[in-house]
């Protein structure tokens, strides 16, 4: 099973965000074949007149992906893989990387002889393969009371597939992060949607929340195969005691289940705290579903990485990675 988040067209959306370029490593061997998409980024500082790179995982998930092995060989796979993408990375200057693995997939587990795991936190979703009610299964019966008290109140939503254009999404999306002050990182630009909709239309699953024929909130939400993940929203806050939001969620989960999808998987929450509020918000729309999801800080080449950290001027055992962004990171931040 494939991933919108494993296809180059979704890869090259982050580029520009990133200042890299999406590139795969195909890596075919007797025994299967490995592929791995990442951003390739050039490294803010010159040392040795020579150009260095670091990659990380596009916004969202990834890492390297068995795509066809037999179970018994897939950890001597792994290690094929392993001393191959070492080499490349010497080849390409490739200092080190950050992965995001996908917590739907066992990519985390497959690979941990060759990535250092650690465990993020929990995302959660909505099961649509195994309950004939999902809503009635999954979702909390506060949340389900709400909908209901929205929907009798004249509440009322849309679903479009491939949607001719996202300007109302537009709309309340950047109202929306003007006023939760959100992170620049989040803040997605015009040319990023237009290149959404020109490449990944097809995968686009548009939901309008209503209300006295206006749009009170919209979802954007990608599909592909037998997923749904929820991408991004915007709400107006003055009809926030509508339930917008969780109409958007209560829509998806009656089209995806109408449509033959298996999962709408929600995310996490801002941190890996079991009382985090994102993540607590979302687990009332997946009572009985979670994953676990990892990251991997891996370095190809030691003795670069830590000259580039000295020339940087930062301790190289910083929480940030790699630690000589950190000062780049923050300013981006800001």
């Not at 494993?6 to 007797?30: A, M």
């Not at 506060?142 to 254009?165: F, H, M, W």
């Not at 089209?255 to 890996?272: A, I, Y």
């Not at 997946?286 to 999801?293: A, V």
Request: with cysteine; hydrophobic share 35%; aromatic share 14%.
């Amino acid at each position: 099973m494939n991933d919108i988040y494993f296809e180059p067209n979704y890869g090259r959306l982050y580029e520009k965000i990133e200042q890299g370029t999406c590139e795969v490593f195909e890596f075919h061997h007797d025994l299967g074949t490995v592929n791995h998409m990442f951003i390739k980024r050039a490294v803010p500082i010159s040392i040795n007149e020579e150009p260095y790179f670091d990659i990380t995982t596009p916004y969202g998930y990834g890492g390297p992906r068995i795509t066809k092995c037999e179970e018994v060989h897939k950890r001597e796979l792994v290690q094929a893989f392993q001393l191959a993408f070492k080499a490349y990375c010497q080849k390409e200057n490739i200092v080190c990387e950050f992965v995001r693995f996908h917590p739907l997939f066992t990519n985390a587990q497959d690979f941990e002889s060759c990535y250092d795991l650690t465990f993020r936190r929990y995302t959660t979703g909505t099961n649509l393969k195994d309950h004939d009610d999902p809503v009635k299964s999954e979702f909390s019966k506060s949340k389900q009371k709400s909908i209901q008290k929205a929907l009798q109140a004249g509440v009322e939503y849309r679903v479009t597939v491939n949607p001719p254009d996202l300007e109302e999404f537009k709309r309340l999306y950047y109202s929306t992060m003007k006023r939760k002050d959100a992170d620049a990182v989040y803040y997605f630009n015009d040319a990023y949607f237009s290149k959404l909709l020109d490449t990944l239309g097809e995968h686009i699953v548009l939901v309008e929340v209503l209300y006295e024929e206006k749009v009170i909130a919209v979802g954007l939400n990608l599909i592909h195969e037998k997923f749904i993940h929820i991408h991004l929203s915007g709400t107006l806050k003055e009809y926030q005691h509508l339930s917008s939001a969780f109409i958007m969620r209560y829509a998806l989960v009656k089209w995806g289940k109408e449509n033959g999808m298996e999962l709408t998987h929600e995310g996490g929450g801002v941190t890996g705290n079991a009382d985090d509020p994102l993540y607590l918000f979302k687990k009332q729309f997946g009572k009985n579903t979670e994953f676990k999801y990892y990251i991997s800080n891996k370095i190809w080449n030691q003795k670069i990485y830590d000259l580039l950290c000295t020339t940087a001027w930062v301790d190289k055992e910083s929480t940030s990675f790699p630690a000589y962004r950190s000062k780049v990171t923050q300013a981006v931040h800001k």
